[in-house]
């Protein structure tokens, strides 16, 4: 369903179509299976049908009062195997960032400004100084994926299986690597997360000691 309420025609056909390339992507190099097997398509009502996976979604798992820190560590190495896996499938040549450009737009729409306000101005400088080393630094690229979070993964018996997914043809690693982590630190603002923070602190760390090697 579209933002508007209606069936999304487009997004169903993507997504159908990214499921059954990952999951023949898999079968081909070898490897964990990632994803549910898309079984057939319905294009003028948008709806496709998929394999029942075993499980419980990844947020509800880590929310739970049940699930100990040692168990949040490990569910957080079960996400970052899975993105590990998924972006040695789609592995491509290497590319630098274009922070040095973004910095320029950045100072001139600052510029552009009657009266910054002063952290805007500390903000800019620290970028100045850091951008054109960091725009050096060579990024890893591979697939990514549109929404890469917590709520898309099914995990079972520490082995994640990803749902909801649409592969964007090339973007820097980093850019799902930070997704993840980013929609970790946003569930410990809710209330149930503020319960579970430690949980959620471990996940974070076990999906980066899952995904760095």
């Known amino acids: 369903i579209g933002a508007n309420g209606q069936p999304d025609h487009s997004m169903a056909k993507l997504e159908y179509a990214s499921l059954q390339r990952l999951a023949a992507q898999v079968r081909t190099m070898g490897g964990i299976r990632l994803c549910p097997d898309a079984t057939g398509i319905v294009e003028e009502e948008a709806t ?3 394999s029942w996976e075993q499980g419980r979604e ?15 560590l490990e569910l957080g190495r079960a996400a970052g195997n899975w993105l590990k896996v998924f972006h040695r499938l789609g592995m491509n040549s290497a590319f630098s960032n274009d922070l040095p450009e973004k910095v320029l737009f950045c100072k001139e729409a600052i510029t552009a400004l009657h009266n910054p306000p002063h952290f805007m101005t500390d903000c800019l400088r620290k970028l100045e100084a850091t951008a054109l080393p960091v725009g050096k630094i060579q990024l890893p690229v591979s697939w990514a994926l549109g929404d890469f979070k917590s709520d898309n993964l099914i995990v079972d018996n520490k082995q994640a299986v990803g749902i909801d997914i649409h592969i964007i043809e090339q973007d820097a690693v980093t850019y799902n690597v930070a997704q993840f982590l980013v929609h970790l630190e946003l569930l410990c603002w809710t209330p149930r997360g503020l319960l579970q923070r430690p949980v959620l602190e471990a996940a974070a760390q076990g999906f980066l000691n899952a995904y760095l090697p």
């Open 48 to 50: 496709f049908a998929m």
């Open 58 to 72: 990844l947020t509800g798992l880590l929310l739970s009062r049940a699930t100990s820190v040692r168990e949040g």
